[in-house]
């Protein structure tokens, strides 16, 4: 079945420091992929995504690009603030309903 | 911007008690969705709910689940006996259309302790 894998966290990083959360899927079809974030006391709101091979998803300055031959979908950002503390989770479907398969998530914190 | 709300925040409840947690999705939105997480884990599929019944549920939806949409502007899921492992953040989700392309907009969640 399908599944995301997220590198362990939690992750701390100074302000303007570089950001980059891996992950990784498996999934029968083509998935659309898709970053959520979840900031405190809030619920999931969707970051970015991308639907097919080498799109590039980006908003806020975050950024992944569809990677069909690594599997992959890894969030980056340049130089992150502390506004940014949050979790984010990866995800994808399969396109046939909008039902989808989540990462763990991932909690980042931001010092300043 | 309209949002998905959902009420109760935070439950708390006896095992073997039935629970009903609701959710007000967005209003022009037609697809319904439950998801949960268990703390530590991942965020997990239940139900999805379409022209008032269900599209698609998981292994986890079993008989002791039941969701409805009574009024045509709430969502609930019932959970009828409650079992330890059902302490979760249960996540209503709503879209306007289904598909890869088709953003989910979720609620804050429901914390939901059984005791």
């Known amino acids: 079945g399908d599944s995301v894998t997220q590198m362990e966290g939690p992750v701390t990083l100074s302000e303007e420091a570089f950001l980059t959360i891996n992950c990784t899927y498996t999934a029968t079809g083509y998935p659309s992929l898709f970053w959520y974030v979840q900031y405190p006391g809030e619920g999931l709101q969707l970051l970015l995504k991308?639907?097919?091979?080498?799109d590039k998803g980006s908003n806020k300055g975050f950024e992944a690009t569809y990677r069909k031959e690594t599997t992959s979908f890894h969030l980056e950002k340049g130089s992150v603030q502390v506004s940014d503390s949050a979790v984010y989770f990866c995800?994808?479907?399969?396109?046939?309903?909008?039902?989808?398969?989540f990462g763990k998530g991932i909690t980042l914190s931001v010092r300043p | 911007e309209p949002e998905v709300t959902q009420t109760p925040s935070h439950q708390v409840t006896q095992m073997g008690q039935e629970v009903i947690l609701r959710c007000v999705p967005i209003s022009n939105h037609l697809y319904f969705y439950w998801y949960r997480q268990i703390l530590g884990q991942k965020v997990e599929f239940l139900v999805s709910?379409?022209?008032?019944?269900?599209?698609?549920k998981s292994e986890i939806f079993d008989d002791q689940f039941s969701v409805e949409r009574p009024d045509g502007s709430n969502f609930t899921l019932k959970i009828r006996s409650t079992k330890l492992e059902d302490s979760a953040m249960y996540f209503c989700?709503?879209?306007?259309?289904?598909?890869?392309?088709?953003?989910?907009?979720f609620g804050n969640g429901t914390r939901l302790t059984v005791t």
């Open positions: 995800a994808l479907n399969t396109g046939a309903n909008s039902k989808l398969t």
């Open positions: 989700a709503s879209s306007d259309r289904t598909g890869g392309n088709s953003p989910l907009h």
């Open positions: 709910f379409y022209n008032n019944e269900i599209s698609e």
């Open positions: 991308a639907t097919k091979a080498d």
